[in-house]
């Protein structure tokens, strides 16, 4: 049975969850957050009477509620750079469901360098992204994005405001690029971005080529731009 590492349990996180879930993945869920009551709208796991609890102890009871067949581990945990062997090792596939740019850019690094496939997800007041990037390499989030930003221009989805149905959809997604992922098809899910204008519903997949000069990915080559290989022949006279 493969794991998903799932990190976050908000907008995108929830939907998310149940997706894998009901695929029959296994599931490690990590927040360190708190059910609150403004987030309801689009935190479909959570009713008003799990208010104050943790967010990832009321997930788990729902999923074992809805009587799927998957186990489901949890941390009450926030991603930081020295948790990351912790939370994310044993991982099949990592799924981003933060609004924090900054656990998004430590998921796609440590991913990168264990050789694992991930799903890097956010949303902004109208528009929402998903990227997959495979364990064979970049293209990776660095090749879009070349670092976080600073504390003062992260914008959390509390400030920014956001549409729980395009939160919905965001998640969903994810949840469906890491089933592609887990499945071994990294041709059809990595590549490309995946934007959506939540104003207009529309949905692109955008080309992203490999930065060559990327920081995370450039050392794990993207298959496509890697140079055929040698045949055996050729390798053993070598
Ligand atoms: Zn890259």
């Known amino acids: 049975m493969a794991t998903a590492v799932l990190i976050g349990l908000g907008g995108l996180g929830c939907p998310a969850a149940v997706t894998l879930a009901e695929a029959g993945?296994?599931?490690?869920?990590?927040?360190?957050?708190?059910?609150?009551?403004?987030?309801?709208q689009r935190q479909v796991l959570y009713g008003t009477s799990d208010v104050g609890r943790p967010k990832v102890e009321v997930a788990r009871e729902r999923l074992a509620g809805a009587g799927l067949e998957v186990h489901v581990d949890t941390a009450r945990a926030r991603l930081t750079a020295d948790a990351c062997d912790d939370l994310l090792g044993g991982a099949d596939v990592v799924v981003d469901a933060t609004d924090d740019p900054r656990a998004r850019f430590l998921i796609n690094d440590w991913a990168l360098a264990h050789g694992v496939p991930a799903v890097l997800g956010g949303i902004t007041r109208y528009d929402g992204l998903v990227l997959g990037v495979g364990a064979g390499g970049g293209p990776c989030f660095r090749c879009l994005f070349e670092a976080p930003p600073a504390d003062d221009e992260v914008q959390t989805c509390v400030a920014a405001g956001v549409i729980g149905a395009l939160a919905g959809l965001v998640g969903h997604l994810e949840a469906e690029r890491a089933l592609g992922l887990l499945a071994g098809d990294e041709r059809r899910h990595t590549g490309y971005l995946t934007t959506v204008d939540g104003r207009r519903g529309r949905v692109r997949h955008v080309h992203l080529?490999?930065?060559?000069?990327?920081?995370?990915?450039?050392?794990?080559?993207?298959?496509?731009?890697?140079?055929?290989?040698?045949?055996?022949?050729?390798?053993?006279?070598?």
């Open 209 to 238: 080529p490999a930065d060559p000069e990327c920081p995370a990915c450039r050392r794990r080559p993207s298959r496509r731009a890697a140079p055929p290989r040698p045949s055996t022949e050729a390798a053993a006279s070598a």
């Open 25 to 40: 993945v296994d599931l490690r869920l990590v927040d360190d957050d708190v059910v609150e009551l403004s987030n309801l």
